[in-house]
């Protein structure tokens, strides 16, 4: 809005649909010639109606059948992480249960010499340990040559040896104090499958005396994983890369390393995780969720048939994609009959729609042509006239300024016969864009005048206001950088003349445009290109 000296502040650019708000003037309408496109047939769009709800049923069945899949398959891996970390817990109770036993061993062991008498009284220590402990199978001490020299086992050959085992051999090269999780292996003294867990023994000078070893039942460790029933699924525990039990059970498979696949990749390169794969065993298809132990090579992988996991929810799918598609049939009958219903109304109504049709599209015509002009698509010279009378008497009323600003593109008609009608049609348009971005109010109006005149409409501008909004216009089009060969600037300019009165009651709008135009003389005589105000 402007101040009270009519000085104008920048809101928004006029448009065609702020012009329509003028009261007497009718409603712009949109600037296209062809008539508005009849109503679409009501049968049809019940149709569509019809065919679009079904579409959203059906795909909202999709959704929620591919959601309670998603869904399925989560819970399943939920309860097999659980499951997953609830064993591993177990057993690495029991591997750090047989590791406390081995350090009190290993610490007594290392204060005392192993002299007959002090390994003839740990006899009886050792058999009690493990008939109190359910996973133990058996706990020996070898020396540094491997030769038993104490056992739990009730019998055992003084000749026999455990050096070449990897565990004797790994801690006679390592000066570690931690605690050996070893692989899977078959005991000498039981023929069982154990898993050794070991400690190295050092004399008094810290060098290599022997192995303390207990060894862990397989068979133990098995029960464990058999108290679930896993129904398609498995659950296998693996320790240092070996597979050490399975439930359901394959004898063949202890102590052998995992065969390539995504799990196995996963086990080694992640402490925990889930998957979906074919299992590498016995090729079911299986959801996997696994676990690695805090402080030993152990890990727990739990996996639930896929098709057990999704057998629930295809039963529900289908029952329920069944429902969708008997409703959409019931659909399909209610639109067939509200189309008969609408049909035969729209034969009663059809002449009186495309009497009002017409009538609409040949108003909207009328209204074009008498409003605005085609070539630039600003408001008409009819338009302008009636706007400039009825803000000039609102001027007066309000005894507000009101300002005229006439614009000339210069030397026009040389530019038509440099470079033709076409590129000078192209000229106006793009002078009428440039015009029309230079107001920046609602109730400002840019009009076509006549030929290659145009004219800005002020209102509650002063002359300082206009002047400005005039050189801004002249600028924009100048900025535009129009080419024009006929003229000494070498480009499209315009030259502006501008009156601003404060309009008395004897005055009259016809006074201001003559003086806005003598303005406009007055610029193109004094060189063109140049903005001159009325004084």
Same mark, same amino acid.
């Given at each position: 809005?402007?101040?009270?000296?009519?000085?104008?502040?920048?809101?928004?650019?006029?448009? %065609?649909?702020?012009?329509?708000?003028?009261?007497?003037?009718?409603?712009?309408?949109?600037?296209?010639?062809?008539?508005?496109?009849?109503?679409?047939?009501?049968?049809?769009?019940?149709?569509?109606?019809?065919?679009?709800?079904?579409?959203?049923?059906?795909?909202?069945? /999709?959704?929620?059948? /591919?959601?309670?899949?998603?869904?399925?398959?989560?819970?399943?891996?939920?309860?097999?992480?659980?499951?997953?970390?609830?064993?591993?817990?177990?057993?690495?109770?029991?591997?750090?249960?047989?590791?406390?036993?081995?350090?009190?061993?290993?610490?007594?062991?290392?204060?005392?010499?192993?002299?007959?008498?002090?390994?003839?009284?740990?006899?009886?220590?050792?058999?009690?340990?493990?008939?109190?402990?359910?996973?133990?199978?058996?706990?020996?001490?070898?020396? %540094?040559?491997?030769?038993?020299?104490?056992?739990?086992?009730?019998?055992?050959?003084?000749?026999?040896?455990?050096?070449?085992?990897?565990?004797?051999?790994?801690?006679?090269?390592?000066?570690?104090?931690?605690?050996?999780?070893?692989?899977?292996?078959?005991?000498?003294?039981?023929?069982?499958?154990?898993?050794?867990?070991?400690?190295?023994?050092?004399? !008094?000078?810290?060098?290599? %005396?022997?192995?303390?070893?207990?060894?862990?039942?397989?068979?133990?460790?098995?029960?464990?994983?058999?108290?679930?029933?896993?129904?398609?699924?498995?659950?296998?525990?693996?320790?240092?890369?070996?597979?050490?039990?399975?439930?359901?059970?394959?004898?063949?498979?202890?102590?052998?390393?995992?065969?390539?696949?995504?799990?196995?990749?996963?086990?080694?390169?992640?402490?925990?995780?889930?998957?979906? !794969?074919?299992?590498?065993?016995?090729?079911?298809?299986?959801?996997?969720?696994?676990?690695?132990?805090?402080?030993?090579?152990?890990?727990?992988? /739990?996996?639930?048939?896929?098709?057990?996991?999704?057998?629930?929810?295809?039963?529900?799918?289908?029952?329920?994609?069944?429902?969708?598609?008997?409703?959409?049939?019931?659909?399909?009958?209610?639109?067939?009959?509200?189309?008969?219903?609408?049909?035969?109304?729209?034969?009663?109504?059809?002449?009186?729609?495309?009497?009002?049709?017409?009538?609409?599209?040949?108003?909207?015509?009328?209204?074009?042509?008498?409003?605005?002009?085609?070539?630039?698509?600003?408001?008409?010279?009819?338009?302008?006239?009636?706007?400039?009378?009825?803000?000039?008497?609102?001027?007066?009323?309000?005894?507000?300024?009101?300002?005229?600003?006439?614009?000339?593109?210069?030397?026009?008609?040389?530019?038509?016969?440099?470079?033709?009608?076409?590129?000078?049609?192209?000229?106006?348009?793009?002078?009428?864009?440039?015009?029309?971005?230079?107001?920046?109010?609602?109730?400002?109006?840019?009009?076509?005048?006549?030929?290659?005149?145009?004219?800005?409409?002020?209102?509650?501008?002063?002359?300082?206001?206009?002047?400005?909004?005039?050189?801004?216009?002249?600028?924009?089009?100048?900025?535009?950088?129009?080419?024009?060969?006929?003229?000494?600037?070498?480009? /499209?300019?315009?030259?502006?003349?501008?009156?601003?009165?404060?309009?008395?009651?004897?005055?009259?709008?016809?006074?201001?445009?003559?003086?806005?135009?003598?303005?406009?003389?007055? !610029?193109?005589?004094?060189?063109?290109?140049?903005?001159?105000?009325?004084?």
């Amino acid at each position: 809005m402007p101040n009270k000296q009519g000085v104008q502040t920048p809101p928004q650019a006029p448009t %065609a649909s702020s012009l329509s708000d003028l009261g007497d003037l009718v409603p712009l309408p949109a600037p296209a010639d062809e008539p508005a496109p009849p109503p679409a047939d009501p049968i049809r769009r019940a149709r569509l109606l019809v065919v679009f709800v079904c579409l959203a049923l059906l795909a909202t069945n /999709v959704w929620l059948v /591919v959601e309670a899949r998603a869904h399925a398959i989560a819970q399943a891996h939920l309860a097999n992480t659980n499951l997953a970390r609830a064993m591993i817990e177990r057993v690495e109770g029991s591997v750090s249960e047989a590791d406390h036993i081995l350090d009190s061993l290993v610490d007594e062991l290392e204060r005392a010499d192993l002299s007959p008498p002090v390994l003839e009284r740990l006899q009886p220590i050792l058999v009690n340990h493990v008939a109190r402990t359910e996973q133990l199978k058996g706990l020996f001490v070898y020396d %540094a040559h491997g030769a038993w020299i104490a056992t739990s086992e009730p019998r055992w050959d003084a000749s026999w040896n455990n050096a070449d085992r990897s565990y004797f051999i790994h801690h006679r090269a390592s000066r570690s104090a931690s605690t050996l999780v070893s692989q899977p292996i078959v005991s000498r003294s039981s023929g069982e499958w154990i898993v050794p867990v070991s400690r190295r023994l050092n004399d !008094a000078e810290g060098n290599f %005396a022997g192995v303390a070893l207990a060894t862990l039942s397989v068979r133990h460790l098995r029960s464990l994983l058999e108290r679930f029933d896993v129904g398609e699924g498995a659950i296998l525990l693996t320790s240092s890369g070996r597979m050490v039990a399975r439930n359901p059970f394959l004898e063949s498979d202890i102590g052998k390393p995992l065969p390539p696949s995504v799990v196995s990749r996963l086990l080694d390169t992640q402490r925990s995780g889930t998957a979906d !794969a074919r299992s590498p065993i016995d090729g079911v298809e299986r959801l996997f969720s696994f676990e690695h132990a805090r402080n030993y090579p152990l890990q727990i992988t /739990v996996a639930a048939g896929k098709n057990q996991v999704l057998q629930n929810w295809r039963t529900i799918s289908v029952l329920q994609t069944v429902w969708v598609v008997f409703l959409c049939l019931l659909l399909e009958r209610a639109g067939s009959y509200t189309s008969r219903t609408i049909a035969q109304r729209l034969q009663a109504e059809n002449g009186l729609r495309e009497a009002s049709d017409a009538l609409t599209r040949a108003n909207g015509r009328l209204a074009k042509l008498a409003q605005f002009d085609d070539l630039t698509r600003l408001p008409n010279r009819r338009y302008f006239d009636q706007r400039l009378g009825r803000v000039f008497r609102q001027a007066q009323r309000e005894r507000s300024p009101l300002a005229i600003a006439m614009v000339d593109v210069d030397e026009f008609k040389k530019y038509n016969d440099h470079y033709g009608h076409v590129e000078g049609d192209e000229c106006l348009r793009r002078v009428a864009a440039a015009l029309r971005a230079s107001v920046k109010r609602p109730e400002d109006v840019v009009a076509r005048y006549g030929g290659e005149e145009m004219v800005l409409l002020l209102p509650h501008t002063d002359a300082l206001g206009a002047t400005l909004v005039a050189e801004a216009a002249r600028v924009a089009v100048a900025g535009m950088d129009i080419p024009h060969a006929a003229v000494v600037a070498g480009k /499209v300019t315009i030259s502006v003349g501008v009156a601003a009165w404060v309009p008395g009651q004897q005055d009259t709008e016809q006074a201001l445009l003559k003086a806005a135009d003598a303005a406009l003389y007055e !610029a193109k005589h004094e060189g063109r290109n140049r903005v001159h105000l009325h004084a």
